[in-house]
């Protein structure tokens, strides 16, 4: 089955204590992407990546941070996580070409920054 | 730049109602469009989507036409059920295709 999986699905954690989310998909995409939604801005993109050590920002890369070694990994790093990061975060992945290419998107991890 | 505006809500409405759902956006360049609708605990799921102006994606009694006259792309469907209770988002796509931006948003519910 053709997924995108993000771990873990809930996370509750303090103030700068170094945390990953994993972002891993099966369908050979060469594209990826990280948002949080938050309640009344909807999804906003944070990092994505057009290939395997290829990664730019999105509109809000502040205090994150993304890898990608192999083409169907990739995830978030919070180095030192803040209360203003708490949020649902999305994973998503497509195959390369014009933008008319719809994303796959994961179930969502929940971040809660204490 | 580019950016994507969508009808508040939340919208209730009945079963077999007409539904609207507005969302203007502004771009450089020749955007593709998409709604999306997420599920309670889940992901987003593509509805429909256009690349050009003037097509009209449709996907399960849901339509939207691209409308670059009026930067719009308004999600319609003429009778809705229980079933098409969820959160739709509209989206548009850079040129390239490597940056998306989505709207904030439209709770629906339907009673029955």
Request: glycine share 10%.
């Amino acid at each position: 089955e053709a997924q995108v999986t993000q771990n873990p699905r809930y996370l509750i954690t303090v103030t700068g204590k170094k945390l990953t989310v994993t972002c891993s998909q099966n369908m050979n995409h060469e594209y990826m992407s990280w948002y949080r939604q938050d309640p009344g801005l909807g999804l906003r993109q944070i990092y994505y990546s057009m290939n395997v050590e290829v990664t730019d920002k999105g509109d809000v890369p502040e205090g994150y941070k993304v890898s990608r070694k192999e083409k169907r990994n990739f995830p978030l790093i919070l180095e030192s996580p803040s209360p203003n990061q708490t949020s649902l975060y999305f994973c998503a992945s497509r195959s390369n070409g014009q933008g008319g290419l719809p994303q796959h998107f994961g179930d969502g991890t929940r971040l809660s920054i204490l | 730049g580019n950016s994507v505006t969508q009808m508040e809500g939340p919208v209730t409405l009945s079963e077999e109602a007409f539904l609207t759902i507005n969302c203007t956006y502004t771009a450089t360049g020749y955007p593709s469009l998409f709604w999306y609708v997420q599920y309670p605990g889940e992901g987003l799921q593509l509805l429909l989507k256009a690349t050009k102006a003037d097509d009209k994606g449709s996907n399960k009694g849901f339509e939207a036409t691209y409308r670059k006259e009026t930067t719009s792309f308004h999600l319609e469907k003429g009778s809705v059920q229980v079933s098409d209770s969820a959160v739709y988002f509209c989206a548009l796509s850079s040129r390239t295709g490597n940056q998306f931006y989505f709207g904030t948003g439209t709770s629906l519910t339907v009673i029955p």
